[in-house]
């Protein structure tokens, strides 16, 4: 995907060295998300190379992601018009008209929007401020690791639309608070604030706004002063660990050891 392309679904892709910086950059509306930016993320997330150690996902101004862009839910051609307003722009809305396995092949493709943030070959930072919701907190869960502004807030306000979170944010959010807080979490849509999202695990800390952009680079630096094989050995082997027998770990552990001696002699 080109850079104009990239920029046409409101996202910017910057490349330094080592670490890739993916900002959702469309601040007039809070980075709302859209069809065309979950593809136009799976299509970046293709488009690095190996040379990548750390992503960053952020936003533009004063919010991460005000999630779906309501604008999303009514059909091409409607008014108020979905952005572009021509009758080409694709729409949550336009799923309807679809069978159902259409609507679930579509969903599939908006979801390797989030998965390629999980690849063990980086580690996936996403740095938080103001508002994360729907979409925008599923983004936040897909990375690896989140830093976060003390004025940050987080909703999974789908079941409030009537909806369920689909864009693969349900199963990290087991994984970082438990079934029961992320049960209450997602049913009742409530705010979660910088302060709980550190506390209950959501988060690894939360810093002034001001001091965000520093404290993510530092953590990155830290990230990559170890050789690559093993930051990604040791990714790849806490990912699935909560799903394997102590037996099956072990020996995963035993193989990656060996890769990690033969590479170093």
Known sequence: MTPDAIAAAGLRLDLTDVVATVTLDRPEVRNAQTPAMWRALAAVGESLGDEIRIVVVRGAGRSFSAGLDRRMLVPAGSTPAPEGSGADVETVAGLLARSDEEISATIGDYQRGFTWLRDPRFVSIAAVQGHAIGAGFQLALSCDLRVVADDAQFCMKESALGLVPDLTGTKPLVESVGYARALEICVTARMVG????????????????????ATVADLAA???????????????????????????????????????????S
């Open 222 to 264: 830290a990230l990559t002063a170890p050789l690559p094989g093993a930051v990604f050995e040791t990714k790849a082997l806490l990912q699935g660990a909560a799903q394997r027998d102590l037996e099956e770990q072990r020996r995963l552990e035993r193989e990656a050891q060996v890769r990690r001696f033969r590479e170093l």
């Open 194 to 213: 910088a302060a709980e999202a550190v506390q209950i695990g959501l988060a690894l800390t939360a810093v002034p706004s001001g001091e965000l952009d």
